[in-house]
């Protein structure tokens, strides 16, 4: 306990500087003392937080950034176990309380469907789902679960609806964390020891990706998106890199799916050739070679037609159509975005987002 009270005190200072300087309305010393015992809920985190006290730190100043409450009953955020040390991990409500400051959403609700409920959707996102689950806290009763729902209401009074099977869920999310495909770690894995949880929070990922972009405050929301995106991704190989290795600055655009991105830097580049030429990942069999050039080739298509949009936009002063074409923008795109079209341009850019803020 002397060395996690220690790391605590090192790192007090600092989460009480990013609290303040965020504007965050938490109490610092009762988030540490919340930290402290979520680490202490298991021999196995505190090991970890004993032989990394460092990466305790750094999860605590995660939290911070993000402005996430550390108390267990709010479910917004924990501190797990990850690869021999201490890592953040988002929940559901965090998700949703992070973009409500940023006045993104006004209210996220995520729901998980068992087999035995009664669920009937017509498919349309702006028609909520029927869900009777007869008895809510017999949770034996109502089956396993089969999927999972999200609806999203906007401040402007509008409201988004998205599902997602199960199956899905855990093939395209769980099965490709690290927490998971490590068999001898997957005991500490939260999909394992908090699968509901761990299915609700990838649920208003999903969610979170067809939100609009922030434009409250958009340096701080820009520091905490980015952060947030970190945190989701902190368990895939895939974007550290172990097992595919991004050597580029394509790759990264098309990890992110970020069409404006790429085509951005297909136009910006010298030379035509080069940008060609990283079209591949190392050690691409060559029967995929195709499939990666094409994929990047609509992506750059789509990115042109997105750049074209956000032109017409800034001529006809459509604040509404200019903040969707550039909703899906990472922070890097926008610079260079930014860059292309030069200082007139992109103050108007801004004072057109201002008023879809508005």
């Given at each position: 306990?002397?060395?996690i009270?220690?790391a605590l005190?090192t ?13 965050w309305?938490?109490?610092?010393r009762?988030?540490?003392l919340a930290?402290k015992r979520?680490?202490?809920k298991?021999?196995y ?10 990466s ?7 939290a911070g950034?993000l ?21 953040f991990?988002i ?12 006045g993104?959403?006004s209210r996220?609700v995520?729901?998980t469907?068992?087999?035995n409920d009664q669920f009937?959707w ?9 869900h009777n689950a007869?008895?809510w ?5 109502r089956?396993?679960?089969?999927g999972?729902?999200?609806i999203?209401?906007?401040p402007d009074?509008?409201?988004?609806v998205m599902s ?8 395209d999310?769980?099965d490709?964390s ?5 068999e001898?770690?997957?005991r ?7 699968p ?6 990838t ?8 939100w609009?972009?922030a ?9 905490v998106?980015?952060?947030l ?5 902190d368990?895939?190989?895939?974007y550290k890199?172990?097992?595919a290795?991004m050597?580029?600055?394509?790759h990264a ?5 970020d069409a404006l ?5 297909h136009?910006?580049?010298k030379d035509e050739?080069?940008?060609m030429a990283w079209h591949?990942?190392p050690a691409?069999?060559?029967?995929l070679?195709?499939a990666?050039?094409d994929?990047?080739e ?7 037609e997105l750049?074209s949009?956000i032109l017409?936009?800034?001529d006809a002063e ?12 990472t ?8 860059a292309?079209?030069?200082?007139a341009k992109?103050a108007?850019?801004k004072?057109?987002?201002?008023q879809?803020?508005?």
């Amino acid at each position: 306990m002397e060395v996690i009270d220690g790391a605590l005190v090192t790192v007090e200072p600092e989460y009480r500087q990013i609290i303040s300087s965020h504007g965050w309305r938490m109490i610092p010393r009762s988030q540490l003392l919340a930290a402290k015992r979520q680490i202490m809920k298991t021999d196995y985190a505190m090991k970890l937080a004993i032989s990394n006290p460092q990466s305790f730190q750094d999860a605590v100043t995660t939290a911070g950034i993000l402005g996430v409450d550390l108390t267990e009953g709010k479910r917004q955020g924990w501190l797990v176990p990850r690869d021999g040390r201490i890592a953040f991990q988002i929940g559901y409500k965090g998700i949703e309380a992070i973009h409500q400051r940023l006045g993104v959403i006004s209210r996220l609700v995520v729901r998980t469907v068992h087999e035995n409920d009664q669920f009937s959707w017509s498919g349309d996102d702006q028609e909520k789902p029927d869900h009777n689950a007869g008895d809510w806290f017999n949770e034996s009763a109502r089956g396993e679960v089969v999927g999972a729902y999200s609806i999203t209401y906007f401040p402007d009074g509008t409201l988004q609806v998205m599902s997602e099977s199960v199956e899905a869920i855990y093939r395209d999310h769980r099965d490709k964390s690290d927490s998971w495909k490590n068999e001898k770690a997957r005991r500490y894995s939260p999909w394992m020891n908090h699968p509901k949880a761990m299915i609700e929070k990838t649920m208003a990922q999903i969610a979170a990706k067809q939100w609009p972009a922030a434009t409250h405050e958009p340096e701080k929301a820009s520091e905490v998106l980015e952060r947030l995106h970190q945190t989701e991704t902190d368990d895939y190989s895939v974007y550290k890199g172990t097992d595919a290795l991004m050597v580029n600055e394509l790759h990264a655009f098309m990890l992110a799916s970020d069409a404006l991105g790429v085509y951005l830097l297909h136009k910006q580049a010298k030379d035509e050739e080069e940008i060609m030429a990283w079209h591949w990942w190392p050690a691409t069999p060559k029967g995929l070679k195709g499939a990666c050039r094409d994929n990047c080739e609509a992506l750059k298509s789509a990115g042109q037609e997105l750049y074209s949009c956000i032109l017409n936009a800034i001529d006809a002063e459509e604040a509404f159509r200019l903040a969707e074409c550039i909703d899906s923008a990472t922070a890097e795109t926008k610079r260079m975005l930014a860059a292309d079209i030069g200082e007139a341009k992109t103050a108007t850019i801004k004072a057109l987002l201002k008023q879809v803020a508005g």
